[in-house]
Nanobody, 121 residues
Framework: QVQLVESGGGLVQAGGSLRLSCAAS????????MGWYRKAPGSQRELVAL???????VYVDSVKGRFTISRSNSKNTVYLQMNSLKPEDTAVYYC???????????????WGQGTQVTVSS
């Protein structure tokens, strides 16, 4: 019914930049909050950033000033611009969205498949 497809991960040197994208598709009526989470080896999944459908954002302290989340409501797409990357940013990054489908009346939680970001020192 609904798919989230991520792209943009890869290998980068410390101090470099990457831009992640996540496009939602399928039987979508409305997309509420969209966000990015990450999971590093041996760690729990953590929130990175959230954005609601009027552009209000929330960031985890460790990425403030370095990462920027944005979205295109017309494309049902969320982006994560990551600058000044550090080795500790290495993780699998997952897209998340609260989506109301065309046959539903309340939002459900959807996840992308994950994209690897590796920052070398």
């Amino acid at each position: 019914q609904v798919q989230l497809v991520e792209s943009g991960g890869g290998l980068v040197q410390a101090g470099g930049s990457l831009r992640l994208s996540c496009a939602a598709s399928g039987s979508i009526f409305n997309v509420h909050v969209m966000g990015w989470y990450r999971k590093a080896p041996g760690s729990q999944r953590e929130l990175v950033a959230l954005i609601n459908n009027v552009g209000r954002t929330v960031y985890v302290d460790s990425v403030k000033g370095r990462f920027t989340i944005s979205r295109s409501n017309s494309k049902n797409t969320v982006y994560l611009q990551m600058n000044s990357l550090k080795p500790e940013d290495t993780a699998v990054y997952y897209c998340n969205a609260d989506i109301v489908t065309t046959d539903g009346d309340s939002p459900n939680d959807y996840w992308g498949q994950g994209t690897q970001v590796t920052v070398s020192s």
